[in-house]
């Protein structure tokens, strides 16, 4: 039996669900058989890889196989694999890490969970002898489903499709794809017992559909859950759990002591779109990503049975969602990255290549300037002087006078040719606005449950009469002014509510969902309109550019050259798990939070050579940092050192704004050091080493070019000198003899032989 799901699940008109499962109709198991002619057969549990991933990804594309003996789906790209039975009900038995024969899961869970109007229902699940510390062979044949399970009805599978649109209005990597090439595949799950007798050949009045996209040549899953209500009748969303994986423990200890962590398994990166209140991800993800005690796991070693070992992945409040007649609900989505080793670059390595492919405008990484004014005569001369060096954009920055909620006509009308006259010189303009930590009308405010308070001390309510109006006006600033550049400070960071909105929110369970999703609509929209976003929090997979790299605002008001080496200390630390594009540093052109004349560039002439190594401890290294201060040169010879480093830095661009290896951290004793690498560009690799010291300095360093992809021979120059040939050693090091002036800079470019 075939039909169309429809309703509003994003690009769902093409698939075609296959199977009823009910007394009346041909079990859903069946239709599988239409899918794929073939069967499939495990392979062993253990095998190398012999490609590594990191270097050529192009062997291993995602598919999705039926075993049609066993009635099992199978979902797999070569690095990762994930089994489902589906009789007598649907769940996950093997979880598979490829890349090193491991399994993932050592018991079966439900898919999930969802309470629909009061009530709680599993998707899928299958009942489980005692021992839950391993899967023996055999038990699915004795397996029963729970009496709590939703009923199986079929499934879609096609290509993943874009979660909203990416306006590409400037550069980027050259080598990132939207949407992600890969396997869907959807579930489709409804009531056991249909609350009204379905007639024939009509659809369920409530479908509960999982959906699972599986990327080519990486090891990650993403997962998410949509309600369909096809019904007459609103009904309520209460909760729901996106995924819940008994997982194998990471460490094996027998006692708990006060102080002294127990550790979760250390198996994934997990990470969600519902990500806020922190500018890494484990701190934005705490919201979503929970890890427990399995209360049935008897068998485990901790004396106690405190092992963090079930992963959980829901919200921790609501989201208490009312889904009218027709409508469609949409969860947040789950993106689990598995990892192939405990060595830290190589899962940074992982982490990073996940954003490109899930949120590939990260790359995007344009020169930036922050206009400490918005007087239109300095304004028209910043925009003079970008075009002049090769500044991509400007941003009115915070303190400028900027006004981005005067939705005055004639306010905007202003802004709008400034805005034509800055992209009449390739540049684009953008503007900053506070949200969070700010105070406006008492009953506006945030207010939060007895014994909590908001992230920032005082945060708008988004859902408040203020906090619609406030992001009206935004939609409206950028509509008009064309404005494609935005830095929106103390963006929501997840505080919750306990006063009821109407209609948009009914109080504390729900505050949280709604908010979040005001803010992440917007971002999507800017996404949609080329507006780059500079936003101090995870916003990334909603789309966000760009959040802090990290660093300490107070230590840019430290003498200079202490600057200069804690850039490249925040650099080093802030780039294992960002891209060098993803963070942002700061440059004081003038005084910012103290420190006189000793800490600030300004005059710019007078301080040549810290302005120079300042912005080359920056983009040396791929990273962009705020330029802040009321114009970028004083003098031709300050242009010309800026056009200089600049043109520099595009040329080179694709390998700077490249994966970063890290060599030697700044200390201010010795050089430091890292390796940009990109095995798929002419430019396998990029070395930047910079000397802090007062004197000359000669060594020999081994430099680590196994993920510039190159074996046994590499041709390496010294700036644009004549490139010598040397030799790798089997593990792919090189030794390379470092000469560099006091407080200089060298850069060496790796090529194929």
């Not at 399994?103 to 009530?119: A, C, D, F």
């Not at 794809?177 to 017992?193: A, K, R, V």
């Not at 990327?215 to 996106?242: C, E, M």
């Not at 606005?433 to 988004?462: F, W, Y």
Request: aromatic share 12%.
């Amino acid at each position: 039996m075939l039909f169309f799901l429809k309703g509003k699940i994003s690009n769902s008109k093409k698939r075609i669900i296959r199977g009823f499962t009910s007394r009346k109709y041909v079990l859903g198991f069946l239709s599988l058989v239409f899918l794929s002619p073939l069967t499939f057969s495990l392979p062993p549990d253990k095998y190398q890889l012999k490609t590594d991933w990191l270097l050529d990804n192009s062997p291993f594309q995602a598919h999705l196989k039926i075993d049609r003996s066993r009635g099992i789906i199978i979902l797999e790209n070569g690095l990762i694999r994930r089994v489902w039975q589906i009789k007598p009900a649907v769940a996950t038995i093997r979880y598979d890490n490829l890349m090193t024969g491991e399994t993932i899961i050592r018991s079966v869970h439900p898919e999930g969970w969802i309470t629909l109007n009061g009530h709680r229902y599993s998707l899928g699940g299958l009942s489980w002898p005692k021992n839950h510390a391993y899967i023996p062979e055999g038990w699915s044949k004795k397996a029963t489903a729970l009496k709590t399970s939703l009923k199986f009805i079929g499934l879609a599978k096609g290509r993943p499709q874009e979660r909203f649109p990416w306006k590409r209005v400037r550069h980027h990597s050259p080598l990132v794809q939207w949407p992600p090439p890969g396997i869907y595949l959807q579930l489709d799950f409804t009531y056991p017992e249909s609350p009204k007798k379905s007639l024939p050949n009509s659809r369920p009045e409530i479908i509960i559909s999982l959906h699972y996209e599986l990327y080519d040549g990486l090891p990650l899953l993403s997962k998410w859950i949509t309600v369909q209500n096809n019904s007459a009748h609103p009904i309520t969303v209460n909760r729901f759990t996106l995924e819940e994986l008994a997982v194998v423990e990471y460490i094996n200890q027998v006692e708990t002591r006060p102080g002294v962590p127990l550790l979760p398994p250390d198996v994934f990166h997990l990470e969600t779109d519902m990500a806020f209140g922190g500018m890494t991800a484990r701190n934005a993800n705490r919201h979503t990503i929970h890890w427990r005690t399995d209360p049935r796991y008897h068998t485990q070693v901790n004396y106690l049975k405190k092992q963090p070992c079930l992963l959980v992945v829901e919200p921790t409040y609501g989201p208490e969602q009312d889904i009218q007649p027709g409508d469609c609900f949409e969860s947040f989505r789950l993106f689990e990255l598995v990892f192939d080793s405990s060595d830290r670059e190589r899962r940074g390595l992982a982490q990073r290549q996940m954003y490109r492919t899930i949120a590939p405008w990260v790359t995007e990484n344009p020169l930036m300037f922050h206009l400490r004014t918005a007087e239109e005569k300095v304004v028209k001369r910043a925009i003079d002087q970008c075009a002049e060096v090769g500044f991509e954009v400007i941003i009115l920055s915070f303190g400028s006078g900027f006004q981005a909620e005067n939705d005055d006509p004639a306010y905007l009308a202003q802004w709008k040719q400034l805005a034509n006259y800055a992209r009449a010189k390739g540049i684009h303009l953008g503007c900053y606005s506070l949200l969070s930590s700010r105070r406006v009308n008492p009953e506006d405010m945030i207010v939060c449950p007895p014994g909590q308070k908001p992230t920032h001390g005082q945060c708008p309510a988004l859902t408040s009469r203020w906090g619609l109006n406030y992001f009206k006006k935004l939609y409206n600033l950028f509509k008009t002014t064309g404005f494609l550049v935005f830095e929106h400070d103390g963006s929501y960071p997840g505080d919750v509510d306990i006063t009821p909105r109407p209609p948009y929110q009914k109080g504390l369970a729900d505050s949280r969902w709604a908010q979040w999703r005001i803010i992440s609509d917007f971002y999507k929209w800017c996404r949609g309109q080329g507006i780059y976003l500079n936003v101090p929090d995870y916003y990334f997979l909603v789309g966000s550019n760009k959040c802090g790299l990290g660093y300490r605002e107070s230590n840019w008001s430290l003498p200079r050259q202490q600057q200069l080496i804690h850039t490249r200390q925040n650099i080093y630390d802030g780039t294992w798990e960002k891209t060098p594009s993803m963070g942002w540093m700061f440059v004081p052109l003038t005084q910012y939070h103290g420190g006189g004349p000793a800490a600030t560039v300004e005059p710019l002439d007078q301080h040549l050579e810290h302005y120079k190594m300042i912005m080359l401890s920056n983009l040396a290294f791929g990273v962009q940092p705020c330029y802040r201060g009321p114009r970028l040169y004083d003098t031709q010879r300050v242009k010309e050192m800026i056009k200089n480093n600049v043109a520099w830095y595009k040329k080179y661009r694709d390998i700077l704004e490249s994966d970063l290896i890290h060599g030697r951290r700044a200390d201010g004793r010795d050089i430091d050091w890292m390796l940009h690498v990109n095995p798929r560009l002419p430019e396998k690799g990029l070395l930047v080493v910079f000397n802090p010291t007062k004197r000359r300095i000669v060594k020999k360093i081994r430099v680590p070019l196994y993920y510039t992809g190159l074996k046994e021979k590499a041709l390496i120059r010294q700036g644009e000198e004549k490139a010598k040939l040397y030799s790798l050693d089997p593990l792919g090091f090189v030794d390379l003899t470092i000469d560099i002036q006091p407080r200089g800079f060298n850069w060496y470019v790796t090529t194929q032989k």
